[in-house]
């Protein structure tokens, strides 16, 4: 059995952002607890770069900290954060061309599913598996690669991730729809030029 992921959006959202609304730091504390990992490995995956995702999950925090305290009473918190994130990753490409060719570890995948048998064939096939989705992730349009991390990964409502992007519902299934049909067309592709390569190294063949 993995290990248990923290469920913000099972927290007391509303007792929360009176908190804020106060300026208690703890409630911040906690936020920043509940969804601090969760939202660097989001722009992890979104960017492609440590580097990127860094500075932006701090900019992310340092707008929740500016605007807590004007917060709606009925604000939903995880949504509310991840679309400031969000908001920081594309006010940062207007600026910056994102190299989003470097390979990163989707630490997620592995950590939420449960641990495989422990011989070394099913081990080696799982980190495959892994790379292969990962590079499939990357060489998607950033639309789909969004709506792939908020609904698949992050497990976020379609309707609260419409509203974090900023569609409408049907635009957003629309958008998800083509998403994973990309997603599942590259694994595809990826897939057969891994086992191309396999049958080219097999054979000794350089061709």
């Keep these: 059995m993995g290990p248990e992921r923290p469920d913000p959006i099972a927290l007391d959202d509303r007792a929360l952002v009176e908190r804020l609304r106060r300026g208690d730091a703890r409630a911040f504390d906690e936020v920043y607890g509940a969804l601090g990992g969760r939202i660097h490995g989001f722009l992890l995956r979104l960017s492609g770069r440590h580097d990127t995702a860094e500075g932006l999950a701090q900019e992310t925090w340092l707008r929740f900290a500016r605007s807590a305290t004007t917060l709606d009473e009925d604000t939903r918190l995880a949504p509310w954060v991840f679309t400031i994130a969000r908001n920081a990753f594309v006010s940062h490409r207007r600026w910056a061309m994102l190299d989003l060719s470097r390979v990163v570890t989707l630490g997620a995948f592995a950590e939420s599913a449960p641990l495989p048998a422990q011989d070394p064939e099913s081990v080696h096939e799982r980190a495959r598996a892994i790379a292969l989705l990962e590079r499939a992730l990357q060489a998607l349009p950033v639309a789909s690669r969004?709506?792939?991390?908020?609904?698949?990964?992050?497990?976020?409502?379609?309707?609260?991730?419409?509203?974090?992007?900023?569609?409408?519902?049907?635009?957003?299934?629309?958008?998800?729809k083509r998403a994973r049909d990309q997603l599942a067309a590259e694994m595809e592709k990826l897939e057969k030029q891994t086992k191309t390569a396999g049958r080219r190294v097999a054979s000794g063949g350089t061709a």
């Design 146 to 176: 969004e709506v792939l991390l908020l609904v698949g990964v992050e497990g976020l409502d379609q309707e609260e991730v419409a509203r974090i992007l900023g569609v409408g519902y049907d635009a957003l299934r629309q958008r998800l």
